[in-house]
C-alpha cells in the first residue's frame, strides 16, 4: 500500500535528523513511527509498540519543568528524550477531516533548519512539549489569586473559559449542533463575582510567546504588565498543550472553537483539500478576513457563544482585534478588511494606514526593524492597542468579551528563537503595549472589575543552522503522485 511505502521511505536512518515522527491513524487509531520502531497510541495513554521500541516514550505535558531544565537541554536530538502530550487525541483530531486530512503527517526534529522550505531559526509545528506550550495565565476579577501552579491545560479550553468567564452557562457550551466542545472550562480557577457586577472579559494572544521565557521574564521583573496580572491571578508552569499541527491558524481556531482541527476544519497553516481540488492558504493578510469561510459547518465561535447569552446593545457585545477568527463578533478587525476588499485594497485606499514603526513609542530595540516581519509586526501591534483603547474608552460601553491578539511576538520568536534579543524585545514591547492598556483601566477605576486571559498559539523550540536537509528527494523517489503541503502535511493523489 502507498502509505506504508511513505512511511517506510520516511522512517529510514539516514532521515533520523530530519524526520522526528511520521503519523498516521489506521483503523480509528493513532500511529507513530520513526527511524526506531512503530507504535500504537491509546487515548488512554496506552502504548502498544508494534516495531523495534517505542519512539513516543513519554506523553508528559509537565515535562522539561522546571524551566531550567529546558534552557540546558534545549532540543531533543531523538523523540526518546522527548515528550509528545497528548498524542493519540492531537493525532486522532488531525485525520478526522473526511477531506481535509492528510494520508501521513512528517513531524519535523526540533532541530531541523529549513529556510529553503519555509524554516526559520525559531520554529514550531511540531508535536512535541515545548512547541506546543503556551502560556497560560488568568487573572483579575473572578480568578482565585493562586500565583504560579505546577499544573497545565489545553488550547481547546481557552474559549470555553473566556465563554464560561463572560457568563454563558455550562450547558451552553456546546458546537452548532449542541454537541460537547473538545475543551472544558477551567473552573477549579474561577470563583463567583461580587453582585451586580458586570462581566468583562479580556482575552490576549500574544503569539508565539514562550510559556516558560514569559514567567521567567516576569519572574524577574522584566515584564511589568505581566506580573501586574500575575500578582492578580494564577499561571500555569505547563501551559496550555497546542493542538497539533502547532501552527497559528490551527490553534487561533482551536482556541476561539473550544474544538480541534478534526472538528473546526482549519487543518494548517496550508492543506489541500480533496473536495475542491485546491490548495487553501488561511494563515495570509489576504485570507485573514476570509477565514469563515473555511470553518465546517458545527463550528461555533466564542464570539457566537457570547452573543446569544448577551442582549444586543448600541457598543459591542463582543470584539475581536487582529484576530483572523472572528465570525459572529460584533466589532471585528477583519470586518474593516472585508468591508475595504481586503488587506492590500485597503491599504492602497488609505484606509487604515499603519503607522510608522520607528516612531512606535513601544519598540526598545530599532534594530529589529530590519526583519521586514518584525517590521509589519511592530505597526499591526500598535494598532491593535489603539483599537483596544476605542473599544474601552467607556467602560459602561466595553465589550463584555474582549479579543486582541499580537503578533510581534511571533516574529521576534521566528528570527531568533526562544531566549534570543528580538524573542525578549518582542515580549518587552507587548507587555509595554498590555501595561498602556491596565493604566487605562486603572484610571477609568475598573481595572480589578476584568477578567484577563493571557495565552499564545504555541511555543517556540530553536533549531541547529547544522542540521539541515528535506524528506523530499526520499518521497520523490517512490514515483508515487503526492503533495506535501507545509511542508509535513502529504497526500497521495
Ligand atoms: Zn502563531
Known amino acids: 500500500m502507498s502509505r506504508e511505502a511513505v512511511v517506510a521511505a520516511l522512517t529510514g536512518p539516514e532521515l533520523k535528523d530530519v524526520v522526528d515522527l511520521v503519523v498516521w491513524v489506521e483503523h480509528g487509531a493513532a500511529l507513530a513511527a520513526n527511524h526506531l520502531g512503530r507504535v500504537r497510541l491509546g487515548t488512554d495513554g ?35 528524550d522527548n515528550a509528545y502530550p497528548y498524542a493519540a487525541q492531537r493525532i486522532l483530531s488531525l485525520f478526522a477531516d473526511p477531506d481535509r486530512s492528510t494520508d501521513v503527517a512528517v513531524v519535523h526534529t526540533p532541530r531541523h533548519f529549513f529556510p529553503e522550505e519555509g524554516g526559520h531559526v525559531g520554529e514550531h509545528g511540531s508535536l512535541d512539549v515545548i512547541q506546543s506550550r503556551a502560556p497560560l495565565l488568568l487573572a483579575g476579577a473572578g480568578v482565585r489569586r493562586l500565583g504560579l501552579l505546577d499544573e497545565h491545560a489545553r488550547l481547546v479550553d481557552v474559549g470555553p473559559t473566556l465563554a464560561y468567564a463572560a457568563g454563558v452557562p455550562r450547558t451552553d457550551l456546546t458546537d452548532a449542533r449542541g454537541a460537547p466542545l473538545d475543551g472544558r472550562p477551567l473552573a477549579a480557577y474561577l470563583e463567583e463575582l461580587p453582585a451586580g457586577q458586570p462581566r468583562r472579559v479580556v482575552g490576549l494572544l500574544w503569539d508565539g510567546a514562550h510559556c516558560g521565557e514569559l514567567l521567567e521574564l516576569a519572574e524577574r521583573g522584566e515584564l511589568p504588565g505581566v506580573a501586574r496580572l500575575l500578582e492578580r491571578g494564577l499561571a500555569l508552569r505547563g501551559g496550555a498543550v497546542a493542538e497539533f499541527p502547532s501552527v497559528t491558524l490551527t490553534n487561533h481556531t482551536s482556541i476561539l472553537t473550544g474544538v480541534g482541527p478534526g472538528r473546526h476544519g482549519v487543518l494548517g497553516n496550508v492543506y489541500y483539500d480533496r473536495a475542491t481540488g485546491e490548495q487553501v492558504v488561511p494563515n495570509d493578510a489576504e485570507t485573514w478576513p476570509r477565514s469563515a469561510e473555511w470553518l465546517r459547518p458545527g463550528v461555533r465561535t466564542v464570539f457566537e457563544m457570547v452573543n446569544d447569552h448577551v442582549p444586543q446593545r448600541d457598543s459591542p457585545r463582543t470584539a475581536s482585534v487582529d484576530e483572523a477568527i472572528d465570525r459572529g463578533a460584533d466589532y471585528a478587525t477583519m470586518a474593516l478588511l472585508r468591508a475595504a476588499g481586503g488587506f492590500e485594497a485597503a491599504t492602497a485606499a488609505g ?19 530590519a526583519d521586514a516581519y518584525f517590521r509589519w509586526a511592530v505597526q499591526v501591534d500598535d494598532m491593535g492597542l489603539q483599537q483596544v483603547l476605542q473599544l474601552w474608552e467607556r467602560a459602561d460601553t466595553a465589550p463584555t468579551l474582549t479579543w486582541w491578539a499580537t503578533v510581534v511576538t511571533d516574529a ?44 499564545a498559539d504555541h511555543g517556540f523550540e530553536g533549531s541547529d543552522p547544522s542540521v539541515t536537509g528535506s524528506w523530499r528527494p526520499a518521497l520523490d523517489a517512490l514515483g508515487i503522485p503526492y503533495r506535501d503541503e507545509g511542508p509535513g502535511f502529504v497526500y497521495l493523489l
Open 46 to 80: 496506552t502504548h502498544e509498540v508494534l516495531e523495534g521500541i517505542d519512539p513516543v516514550a513519554s506523553e508528559d505535558p509537565m515535562a522539561f519543568l522546571p524551566y531550567a531544565r529546558e534552557v540546558a537541554a534545549p532540543g531533543p536530538s531523538v523523540s526518546t
Open 351 to 369: 484606509q487604515g494606514v499603519l503607522p510608522e514603526p520607528e516612531h512606535s513609542p513601544f519598540l526598545t530595540n530599532p534594530e529589529d526593524l
Open 412 to 455: 521576534g520568536h521566528h528570527l531568533g528563537g526562544p531566549r534570543s534579543g528580538p524573542a525578549r524585545s518582542s515580549l518587552r514591547q507587548s507587555d509595554a503595549r498590555l501595561v498602556a492598556f491596565l493604566d487605562h483601566l486603572e484610571s477609568l477605576g475598573v481595572l480589578d472589575e476584568v477578567t484577563f486571559l493571557l495565552t
